[in-house]
């Protein structure tokens, strides 16, 4: 058997993972009403653990009742089920991997969902081909309470048992607002340069670090280009990163940031059958690489586990994450370990990821042969 780096372990600012492979966040749609963790979330993060997985990133949480998306999605907010967390962490600590829980509010997204109110956002802005929901402008006080809800949940996190907590700052939420010149139009300290726009995320960096400790790992999803003109474009994606990473962030994943015309491509790709179908942020990962000294996660179409090792043989990752994969084939880590290397059985059809959208449990809904 061929030798492979991706069964050896890692480490996060001290959080030691035991192999390296990350399930990458994927919200379920499986939350209590309330939302508390429920039975069938329980069962699907034990599952993954004793599947293989090092680091298990949980789905979105939402910081603070205003970025709630979904009524079926977890609270870290001030009604957070603490003791539910907490049976769960020790149970994937028993097993012998890692959990984070994924820091999330959604901005004006919120308003493609529950229409009746205006959801928060960076700036009011009505030419966007890609969104209509109503939303409006935070004002100061506004903003400065997410940067402390952020903080708190992060505390509550660690309490409850979570190894760290990653910071969602792509997919067109709120962090990625404010990041987007397209979706920032703010002409206050919150808007503007590369600087303003990028400055929730370093207040909520240390909002973080002041409620959950300096010793606590910090991780970051974050959306380094949108992908249409006028928007992000990767080089002040990439000038961001760097920012962050200067600033005390401890790893970060690269991915898409607003819905644009790249979202087909990338994080709705179908069809991942091949080689050079997979790993669509494979040339952002490498550029990054150059340019910011923590721990990269790759996510992105990662199908077979001749791509996964030859990301991290190359040094073009420290990490590999997944998500269509694992919601497929929960032990597919397990079983590459053991010996069978072939390939993850999902094809990407995203059903999975339509079940969702119809309000359905987070499921693999493909037929199997």
Wanted: proline share 4%; hydrophobic share 40%; glycine share 8%.
């Amino acid at each position: 058997m061929l030798t492979t780096m991706l069964f050896e372990p890692f480490a996060v600012k001290g959080m030691k993972i035991r192999n390296r492979f990350v399930r990458s966040a994927t919200y379920d749609g499986m939350a209590e009403k309330d939302g508390s963790v429920s039975a069938r979330q329980s069962a699907l993060y034990e599952g993954l653990a004793r599947g293989g997985v090092g680091l298990i990133v949980t789905g979105i949480a939402y910081v603070h009742e205003s970025g709630r998306i979904s009524p079926f999605q977890n609270s870290i907010a001030d009604d957070f089920d603490s003791e539910g967390w907490r049976t769960v962490t020790r149970a994937v600590h028993r097993i012998g991997a890692r959990i984070a829980v994924q820091l999330f509010h959604a901005g004006r997204e919120k308003g493609r969902i529950y229409r009746k109110k205006p959801a928060l956002a960076p700036s009011l802005v009505t030419e966007d081909p890609f969104f209509d929901g109503p939303h409006r402008s935070m004002n100061e006080d506004e903003i400065l309470n997410i940067i402390e809800a952020f903080g708190r949940s992060a505390e509550r996190a660690r309490n409850a048992g979570f190894d760290a907590v990653q910071i969602h700052a792509a997919h067109a939420y709120l962090l990625s607002q404010f990041l987007s010149p397209f979706a920032n139009r703010r002409e206050d300290r919150w808007g503007g340069s590369l600087e303003n726009r990028l400055r929730l995320h370093r207040e909520i960096l240390g909002s973080i670090r002041k409620r959950a400790g300096d010793d606590y790992p910090l991780l970051m999803k974050l959306g380094v280009e949108d992908g249409f003109e006028g928007g992000l474009q990767f080089k002040e994606g990439a000038a961001a990163a760097e920012i962050l990473a200067s600033e005390g962030l401890d790893a970060l994943e690269i991915s898409l940031g607003l819905r644009g015309r790249l979202y087909d491509q990338t994080e709705y790709r179908s069809g991942i059958t091949r080689p050079d179908r997979e790993a669509y942020y494979r040339n952002w990962c490498i550029a990054m690489r150059r340019r910011v000294n923590v721990p990269l996660m790759m996510v992105g179409g990662i199908r077979s586990f001749e791509t996964a090792d030859d990301v991290v043989s190359k040094g073009e990752t420290d990490l590999v994450s997944l998500s269509r994969p694992l919601i497929r084939e929960p032990d597919l880590i397990l079983r590459w370990q053991r010996g069978d290397r072939t390939p993850s059985t999902c094809v990407s059809c995203n059903r999975c990821m339509e079940a969702l959208l119809k309000a359905e449990p987070l499921a693999c809904y493909a037929r199997r042969k």
